[in-house]
């Protein structure tokens, strides 16, 4: 069965670009988590979805980032202007019912110069 | 005082020790409580989940002390493909996993 897919896995850009980061959950999965790793703040959860529908957002940093899931199947974080602050690797994670087992996609690892 | 802490390590030691890492959490109303293990430059995985009997798995185990709010991994006979970054995640609401920053293991020949 194929797991959480994430895409791109790399990607280096500019100041000031717009950064699309795309997961597609594991089919079934009912709740879906965008986290950001950093050496200094480690796993921190930006997002939760349930049934598509946005529960937590509190971690989003800033108006900069949003987050959308139109359907079960694809969920998409936006980083629009992006910083060299954003630097990090980006995780999106997926579980069904209440998670103890989260599913960890590979990682968009972004920089940004 | 953050949520979930942990020793960042790294913790080197030999093939066949035994090796323990502990990890202390802030909200007395966390429910449930789990290691997970990453790769040098991967995906977070579920190593085992923590019960408040204490429970085991192999060549480790997992403990509990709600008391204390305090969680300890104990893997003993280290191997080298043991080396990785050790997890420790509180769930406190329905949903919410909070992760350590994780305690880094090398284990060497």
């Known amino acids: 069965d194929a797991g959480v897919i994430q895409s791109p896995r790399h990607e280096v850009t500019e100041m000031g670009q717009e950064v699309t980061l795309r997961c597609k959950p594991i089919?079934?999965?009912?709740?879906l988590f965008w986290y950001r790793q950093t050496m200094m703040r480690g796993l921190e959860l930006l997002i939760y979805?349930?049934?598509?529908?946005?529960?937590?957002d509190s971690g989003m940093p800033e108006d900069r980032f949003s987050a959308k899931m139109p359907n079960a199947s694809f969920s998409t974080l936006k980083i629009q202007p992006s910083e060299p602050r954003d630097s990090a690797v980006y995780f999106c994670?997926?579980?069904?019912?209440?998670?103890?087992?989260?599913?960890f996609g590979e990682g968009s690892r972004l920089t940004v110069l | 005082r953050k949520e979930v802490e942990q020793d960042p390590g790294p913790f080197n030691v030999p093939e066949g020790a035994t090796v323990a890492f502990n990890c202390t959490y802030s909200?007395?109303?966390?429910?449930?409580f789990f290691w997970y293990r990453q790769d040098c430059r991967k995906e977070p995985k579920l190593l085992m989940s923590v019960y408040s009997s204490g429970n085991e798995d192999g060549r480790f185990t997992a403990q509990l002390n709600r008391a204390s709010q305090y969680i300890s991994l104990l893997i003993r006979d280290s191997k080298l493909s043991d080396s990785a970054t050790y997890l420790c995640v509180v769930r406190s609401g329905y949903s919410t996993l909070t992760f350590g920053k994780g305690t880094m293991l090398l284990v060497s020949p």
């Open positions: 979805f349930n049934n598509n529908v946005p529960i937590d």
């Open positions: 994670a997926s579980s069904n019912e209440a998670p103890g087992e989260l599913f």
């Open positions: 089919s079934g999965h009912n709740s």
């Open positions: 909200n007395s109303a966390s429910q449930s």
